[in-house]
């Protein structure tokens, strides 16, 4: 690691750079600017802590055992989420928000708990969740150099991507045969610039203990999400259960620390980061800019306004439609304030600051320019040639998160149409005499929200305008020239499929009915399924050049800084370092923690009102709550999207908060890493203790995170 510090002295020293079409940006001075030494980032592997860095920065060097214990202690929550070990009972940490879906999965009408909170007094009280598993890493394996020279065998992008997925294939069957105990994973780092192999332990047997509710869990909504100061006791504690339906044994967890925090302390967030692509080229970046999130943002401020729309005539009293409205919400926010980024010419400046000393550094070398040196040059071409198309692409395709029911009701029926086409002998199973009744029967969606799909068709009708031609013919066909409300009038008062009669009846007429139908939404369908399977395969066959050309570009990055950067976030386990610290915003400052006083203000000072409302009780808290407890803090930390739940922890291996958010300052870490003013938000283990037990009186789970284990 000594090459550590030397690449990165480098990078600071190349990162330096001048614009001369503008001086300022902002008041800035732009020739002030400089690029920082951890542009790519602090999400640090397992496989290569950068221990000499961390010895030098902070006078900290992690054992091999602190590092094994820590990675161990760790899990991997569901498919989006991090969580750890906190008891050698299987004790289970990570936030509220990560199981919110599921918690309004499992609410009853008589036990809402998305409203009210949820304790197991006793082990038998614990509820078993359904089809939730967390995976623990215990194997690492570098499988770089087998993986590449299988694919050195075959020339093309397409023969290189079968052989890396074939190869793959095997070493994972080879290692299932060896240790079938363990489920493999090859993780591609620096985007093929290496490879890994990791074994993980799986549990399923999952059970919830306790959790808050979703206000006080989330007090401030939309409003607050992403914000800082923040009030959220975002948490969750759940037990993995073995094989025989008792507590699992585990040998590695976390203690909790009983020490309070402090300014400038040292920490280290510990999970799962989704993705970053902070490799990316400034071509990439100005795609992604332009169509990604300029496509995208828009229709999820429609979406969102739907269900905000919904909340507020319902006076916020249903908790499941509350609990969506935060997550279109969440998306919204991340979406938009990316889109910022993206737009802001400090950032474009600094990334082409990068992007220029890495190429310069790459051109220069007559053996990475002959291998490495026309990346840049064909990815640009790859964007350019995508940007003629997407926005077609994109408002012929049909997306379940923004689109109405009504489009996917159609495409069932155009189904049932081209297979009752077809000799009973050729159907698919769900369309001959015995299982057909029940197929047209099912067409119609259960729980349909009229209201709600009503809505959501004008956010599909505004993708559909804003991104084709007037001349094109589904434009005058669905909209005819009406707009926003009145296109929606226009298109409901034509459909003969919004209610299950007419659906059913429809459906009863036979093939040729159905495809005949002046029906809009089957119109669409119909009238657009050859030409964006056309649009979706240039598509594929530019994202297989780029994949190949986004591992070359990651070979190159290795090949010019080693290991002094670290890979992209892949959803998978990482280290981040950094300190308590709180930063400058809106022309103040904030402070480095809050506490449950903080909370009371933000209730008092919005009238008690939603999403600032918090259940009854806090108007008269138990005399041995301790409002001056730390309850939130901010951390210089580099954490993304998949984040959530991870355990902070200091240089004792204990856990003193758990990540659940970032600033809005951090959204530009999709692409870049700063520290000016990127904070990670948690919880503070204080915070966490206090109201589990002397708010909550919930007394067992207390005991047992601080003992870490049961009596």
Avoid at 93 to 101: A, D, F, K, L, V
Avoid at 527 to 534: A, F, S, V, Y
Avoid at 691 to 706: F, M, P, Q, S, W
Wanted: glycine fraction near 6%; hydrophobic fraction near 35%.
């Amino acid at each position: 690691m000594k090459k550590f510090f030397t690449v990165l002295s480098l990078v600071i020293l190349v990162c330096f750079f001048n614009l001369n079409a503008q001086n300022k940006v902002y008041g800035v001075d732009l020739d002030t600017v400089t690029a920082q030494k951890f542009d790519m980032g602090k999400m640090w592997t397992f496989e290569n802590p950068p221990l000499d860095y961390f010895e030098q920065t902070y006078n900290f060097k992690p054992s091999e055992e602190w590092l094994e214990k820590v990675q161990k202690s760790a899990l991997k929550f569901g498919r989006g989420c991090s969580a750890s070990f906190i008891s050698e009972d299987g004790l289970i940490m990570t936030n509220h928000h990560c199981i919110r879906s599921i918690l309004r999965d499992m609410s009853t009408e008589d036990e809402d708990l998305l409203r009210n909170y949820f304790y197991a007094q006793e082990l038998e009280d614990e509820k078993i969740i359904p089809n939730l598993y967390v995976n623990q890493l215990l194997m690492i394996k570098d499988v770089t150099d087998e993986i590449k020279s299988a694919m050195n065998l075959v020339e093309s992008d397409s023969a290189k991507v079968a052989a890396k997925e074939e190869i793959i294939e095997k070493i994972k069957e080879r290692n299932e045969k060896t240790n079938p105990e363990l489920n493999y994973r090859v993780i591609s780092l620096y985007y093929g610039g290496k490879y890994s192999l990791y074994g993980y332990k799986k549990y399923d047997d999952i059970r919830l203990v306790f959790a808050p509710e979703l206000i006080v869990s989330k007090l401030g909504g939309d409003y607050d999400n992403f914000t800082y100061p923040r009030y959220g006791l975002d948490c969750a504690f759940l037990r993995a259960y073995d094989e025989d339906g008792n507590p699992e044994k585990t040998n590695h967890h976390f203690n909790f620390s009983t020490e309070s925090i402090y300014e400038n302390q040292l920490v280290f967030v510990v999970g799962n980061p989704g993705s970053t692509n902070r490799i990316y080229t400034l071509a990439q970046l100005e795609y992604l800019r332009d169509y990604r999130y300029g496509l995208q943002t828009p229709m999820r401020k429609d979406l969102y306004k739907v269900y905000v729309d919904l909340v507020n005539e319902t006076n916020a009293e249903d908790m499941k439609l509350v609990a969506t409205s935060f997550n279109v919400g969440n998306g919204l926010k991340v979406y938009e304030e990316t889109y910022k980024a993206l737009l802001n010419p400090l950032f474009i400046a600094r990334k082409k600051a990068f992007e220029k000393n890495f190429k310069d550094a790459v051109q220069s070398n007559p053996e990475l320019n002959n291998k490495y040196g026309g990346i840049w040059d064909e990815i640009a071409a790859n964007r350019n040639e995508a940007s003629t198309f997407v926005k077609e692409m994109f408002a012929y395709t049909i997306y379940s998160y923004f689109a109405p029911k009504y489009f996917f009701i159609a495409e069932d029926l155009i189904e049932l149409a081209e297979q009752l086409k077809l000799p009973e002998s050729e159907r698919s199973k769900s369309y001959i005499d015995d299982t057909l009744e029940e197929t047209i029967e099912n067409i119609f969606p259960v729980n349909f929200n009229k209201e709600l799909e009503d809505k959501k068709l004008l956010v599909q009708l505004n993708n559909i305008e804003g991104n084709l031609r007037a001349d094109n013919n589904i434009v005058k066909r669905i909209l005819n020239g009406k707009r926003g409300a009145e296109a929606v009038d226009y298109v409901l008062s034509l459909s003969t499929i919004t209610n299950k009669e007419d659906v059913i009846q429809l459906a009863n007429s036979g093939s040729d009915a159905i495809l005949n139908s002046d029906d809009p939404f089957i119109y669409f369908i119909l009238n657009t399924k050859d030409r964006l399977g056309e649009l979706k395969q240039r598509n594929e066959k530019l994202a297989e050049s780029d994949a190949i050309n986004n591992q070359l570009l990651g070979e190159a990055l290795f090949a010019v800084y080693g290991d002094a950067i670290p890979p992209d976030a892949t959803g998978t386990l990482r280290i981040s370092d950094g300190v308590l610290k709180g930063y400058n915003y809106n022309g103040t400052f904030s402070p480095y923690k809050t506490t449950f006083y903080g909370s009371l203000d933000r209730y008092y000072s919005f009238n008690q009102k939603f999403p600032f409302n918090l259940p009854d009780y806090w108007e008269d808290l138990p005399k041995d709550f301790d409002l001056s407890t730390p309850l939130n803090f901010v951390s210089t930390c580099d954490i993304i999207g998949g984040n959530s739940g991870s355990p902070v922890i200091n240089t004792d291996a204990e856990v003193v908060g758990l990540a659940f958010d970032g600033n809005i300052e951090s959204h530009s870490g999709r692409f870049i890493y700063t520290t000016e003013a990127n904070r990670t938000v948690s919880v503070s283990a204080e915070g966490m203790i206090e109201a589990i037990n002397d708010l909550y009186k919930a007394k067992r789970l207390a005991d047992e995170i601080l003992n870490g284990k049961l009596d």
